[in-house]
């Protein structure tokens, strides 16, 4: 990769929290671009989690700059104003008005800036909807997602913030064409990516099924597999393991390593839509032979093979995942155990955009900052003096750790 990143020279102002609005940032950011989170002087609320929300601000807040300001302050709304003078893109997802509350809405910042893209991160996007508070398990529940990931009669929400995540991406997304446009242009404009809408974008293949089909998809679980062999096998020992084979070639390579010559020459196991009919009594069968087999040798002779399986892993385990670490798909990075950065220090990987640039993945240039890490550096960029950055110390409009 040349020494430039594709984003070098923006600049990036946002007002985030929680995952969705911080996604965006942290994708700008891993891109190349110089964003400046804007925090409370008690620091982001993220920071202070617990639980499944405690991985949120170390996982979404790396190569960021942070600086503290009482933005209900006339001086602190003074010092974003001037962020934002020289920004290149503002990103928020706070409950809808609250930015125009405090003087930051897009109507009041594109006179301030007209060059500025100004992204919103919301729940929903505008209509009967958009005044709902929105989380992902809201849109997962309303948006048929929980109904497709879980039983019948009992919808589960996924494992990880997809909504959010994804939502965030489309923001970024949205800035990346904004940028574009800018630049035929030299205009800015508004963005706005929203939970609701990214979760029907989501399940959209199931609903495109009821179109074809005239028949309403079956929530995962229980679904008719458009593959015969597509599933999670218990063996021996009680070990766990998805095994598949999805097309017709697949299907006489697993017969072959296996010797299923009776499978193989069954008439009505031909195709693999023939197969998928014969689902009822063929699972059985298959889940019998490989139950008195070892994960670890059914996915030696897949592996051996070509054919698709993969072991039941925990998020955990892939720190020692030997391919991400191969590949430096996992990055080093220093995080406070605390998320506030007053604490003690820990030493551990975090996992990278999933993409190459020229071969390259992209880094981790900068960990999550500590409150306020930048605030004085920003100060100064901004035509601030020592005195007057003291000052605003002294007077409670900013700070840092």
């Not at 995952?19 to 891109?31: A, H, K, N, Y």
């Not at 930015?99 to 009967?128: C, Q, R, T, W």
């Not at 950055?389 to 409670?396: F, H, Q």
Request: charged share 20%; aromatic share 8%.
């Amino acid at each position: 990769m040349s020494d430039s990143l594709p984003l070098d020279g923006i600049r990036v102002v946002e007002f985030t929290h929680m995952v969705m609005g911080p996604t965006c940032g942290m994708i700008l950011g891993d891109l190349g671009a110089e964003v400046i989170k804007v925090e409370p002087l008690a620091g982001d609320n993220t920071r202070k989690l617990l639980g499944s929300g405690s991985g949120f601000f170390p996982m979404f807040n790396r190569n960021k700059k942070s600086i503290a300001v009482d933005v209900k302050k006339p001086e602190g709304r003074e010092i974003v104003l001037k962020l934002l003078g020289t920004a290149d893109v503002f990103s928020e997802n706070f409950k809808s008005g609250t930015m125009d509350k405090l003087g930051f809405g897009y109507e009041a910042l594109s006179k301030l800036n007209p060059g500025l893209i100004y992204v919103s991160h919301k729940g929903f996007l505008p209509g009967p909807y958009e005044h709902r508070t929105a989380l992902d398990e809201v849109v997962q529940m309303m948006g048929g997602l929980a109904y497709m990931t879980g039983p019948v009669g009992q919808p589960l929400r996924a494992g990880a913030s997809v909504n959010d995540i994804m939502g965030g991406m489309f923001g970024a997304i949205g800035v990346l064409a904004s940028l574009q446009k800018r630049h035929r242009t030299g205009k800015g404009q508004e963005v706005a990516s929203a939970l609701f809408e990214n979760n029907v974008f989501l399940v959209a293949q199931h609903m495109m099924q009821f179109a074809v089909t005239g028949a309403p998809a079956n929530p995962m679980p229980n679904r008719l597999s458009a593959w015969a062999v597509y599933d999670v096998f218990t063996v021996k020992d009680g070990e766990q393991i998805f095994l598949s084979a999805v097309s017709d070639t697949q299907w006489a390579i697993l017969c072959e390593e296996f010797g299923f010559d009776d499978l193989k020459l069954d008439d009505r196991l031909v195709t693999n839509n023939d197969r998928v009919k014969a689902r009822g009594w063929l699972i059985p069968i298959l889940r019998e032979r490989f139950g008195g087999l070892s994960a670890k040798e059914l996915s030696s002779r897949f592996e051996k093979c070509g054919l698709p399986y993969a072991p039941i892993t925990r998020p955990h385990d892939l720190f020692d995942d030997p391919h991400l670490l191969a590949t430096g798909g996992l990055a080093p990075v220093t995080i406070a155990a605390d998320n506030t950065g007053a604490g003690r220090e820990i030493e551990t990987r975090v996992a990278l955009l999933p993409i190459a640039l020229e071969g390259e993945r992209l880094k981790v240039r900068k960990a999550p900052p500590k409150i306020g890490a930048d605030t004085v550096e920003l100060l100064q960029s901004i035509g601030y003096t020592q005195n007057e950055i003291s000052a605003l110390k002294d007077n409670g409009v900013v700070t840092w750790n």
